[in-house]
């Protein structure tokens, strides 16, 4: 067991950036490999990708003891979405498109029990697997990251009472989607995109929530670090696999199938 069972927050609250490996195939031999490669928790995609409930399970199975926590994205912010994953043991909950204070307050809701919120009892899965002993309905409520995924222009009106709802610990936002709902097909470079990320960062500094956006590179992470982000979602399992081979065979002259011409499967 490593030393400290819950990084990510520990890490965040001393104001050290935390890093995260994306997982989108359902296997749970590579996700244990990818919590030990130095990532501090796995982002377990379960918005965009084929990861079933089960597939989770197995998951946070084979990464029990390991240095990275397992996080959940679910693929709709409600009660029950997060309830079932966490109670397969995950210590994270990512909730997609948290575009009202509303949305925002059930994400909160949904990974803390009464009197702090809605969270129902039943978690036989994640007790037998909670990195810590003792209560565990009293380390999830203190331990359980919530992060709200704020990724819609829409939300920008309102985006100090989504960002000072209690019990959100971090505000991730997802340019891609931003990109798209202001009308920009997910580039990057438009100057209206980048005045909105800053409109959100400054909201998260205004009331001290931790700040969080996809990276894929060092030096990305240098800049946005910059900027008071800390916490990154890095590329996929996938995406990993594809630049190892690259840095291995492009200096051979062994050139792979172009993205446009491949057959999946």
């Avoid at 959940?72 to 997060?82: K, Y």
């Avoid at 991730?172 to 990320?197: H, K, N, V």
């Amino acid at each position: 067991m490593h030393n400290e069972p819950f990084p990510v927050l520990a890490r965040l609250r001393a104001g050290q950036p935390v890093f995260a490996a994306t997982v989108t195939t359902p296997s749970p031999e590579a996700a244990a490999h990818l919590a030990t490669l130095g990532f501090h928790f796995l982002w377990v995609e379960m918005e965009h990708s084929p990861i079933t409930l089960e597939s989770l399970r197995l998951i946070t199975l084979a990464s029990r003891g390991l240095p990275a926590q397992v996080f959940a994205r679910v693929p709709v912010n409600e009660i029950w979405t997060a309830k079932r994953v966490l109670d397969q043991g995950v210590t994270g909950v990512i909730f997609p498109f948290t575009t009202t204070p509303e949305l925002a307050r059930r994400a909160a809701d949904a990974c803390h029990y009464p009197p702090a919120g809605r969270r129902g009892s039943g978690a036989g899965a994640a007790v037998r697997t909670w990195p810590v002993s003792g209560q565990y309905y009293d380390s999830a409520d203190a331990n359980v990251t919530v992060i709200c995924v704020v990724e819609e222009a829409a939300a920008l009106p309102h985006i100090d009472e989504i960002v000072a709802t209690p019990g959100v610990d971090v505000i991730f936002i997802g340019t891609s989607d931003l990109s798209f709902s202001m009308g920009f097909r997910g580039r990057q470079d438009a100057p209206e995109l980048q005045q909105a990320i800053d409109t959100i960062a400054a909201a998260a500094q205004r009331h001290g929530k931790f700040l969080g956006r996809p990276a894929g590179s060092p030096e990305q992470v240098r800049a946005y670090m910059e900027q008071g982000f800390r916490l990154f979602q890095m590329p996929t399992e996938i995406g990993l696999m594809e630049r190892g081979a690259r840095s291995l065979l492009d200096p051979l002259g062994a050139a792979g199938v172009p993205p446009s011409e491949r057959t999946l499967y």
